[in-house]
């Protein structure tokens, strides 16, 4: 009778998605130990975790995070400006404000809510937020959020960037990147775009989620590695969740930027503080990712491996010196069932659809981290073969 049109929505959405094998789905994980998984009671050797570097599950970090909770409690409690503040939260940001050579930062709860946070209370309506068209997706919902018009450019084509920001009369203009694209592991052209905001007024935004601990000397990320700072990228987002294996993120600005933000980024206000145990657990992540530049050495002699290994099988992989490694797919059900013949032989590997990326570019995302040894490396090529041979004569998931 009173049936709310809604119903009717989702309704025909979810069939929309089954017809074109696009319902997502999660699996529980019971228990991890490195990159081994267990999920469904199958034991499975993750390669689509972030971790790149190997801290998440660091006894060292597990410690800090144990003793900051018995001290601290588990959550904060309240907002940053209430009482949800901690110490903890303080010397988090100070430290990766030194590392990065920046004079300021702001930590948030994750990398969403920084991003949404920096164009929310910098733009508004009558400017403009200029985009790759490869940007993560919360790059572009924080544009449709501040009412600033967004325009994007195509793929690291910084011309094209500039011919955006000339269309742009009157307002304030912001220049914003990945600094390693999130799908395909390839790094900005940061300096060119630097160039163009400074030119052109602008400010260049950078968000560095897999960049940082990984890249450049000590890890410091794709700004670092490309020789800028806060002058040619006054704004920088860093995450927590990735290379350093925890959660949350940290804008990195001028100390007039991160005031305005405490003030204005609603992300930022209206939202109870992280974990101060989290906060805890990163710093001593951040200190191993500064002193143990093995880790950072083992993910790209194992990215070299992999790359190597899946030339020698067949497979051509795009351009990529990133932890992210991408193996186009073409159709949906090519990545799907691929994914699957992987998982048939103990591989777990993420299969990528649209919307998040392109029509006809489902793909498997590989991600390579620390933990992997050279015989899990070549044991995936192996199974990569395999599972190629096997969709070709007709494999399909279940
Ligand atoms: C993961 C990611 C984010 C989001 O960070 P979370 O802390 O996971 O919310 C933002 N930007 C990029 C480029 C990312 O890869």
Redesign the pocket.
Known sequence: MNRPRLLDRIAAAQSAREEKHRVRRRRAVSKRDGMRYEVDGQSLLCFCS?DYLGLAQHFVVSTAFQDAASKLGTGAGASHLVCGHFEEHDALEREMAEWLGYPSALLFS??????LAVAQAFLGEGDLSVQDRL??A??MDAARLSGASLRRYPHNDAEGALRQLRSNASGAAMVVT?GVF?MDGDVAPVRALALIARVQHATLVV?D??GVGLLGTDGRGTVAAAGLGPNEVPLQ?V????ALGG???LVLADRAYIEHLKQHARPYIYTTASSPAAAAATRAALRLAQREAWRRERVFANLARFREGMQRVGFELPESASAIQSVPCGADEIAIAMSAALEAQGFWVSAIRPPTVPENGARLRVTLSALHSEADIDGLVAAMAWARDAVNTGFRAE
Do not use: F, I, M, P
């Open positions: 972030n994750s990398g969403y809510q920084a991003n940007n993560h919360s790059l990945d999130s968000d989620a897999h987002v995450t927590l969740g990735k959660e949350g993120a």
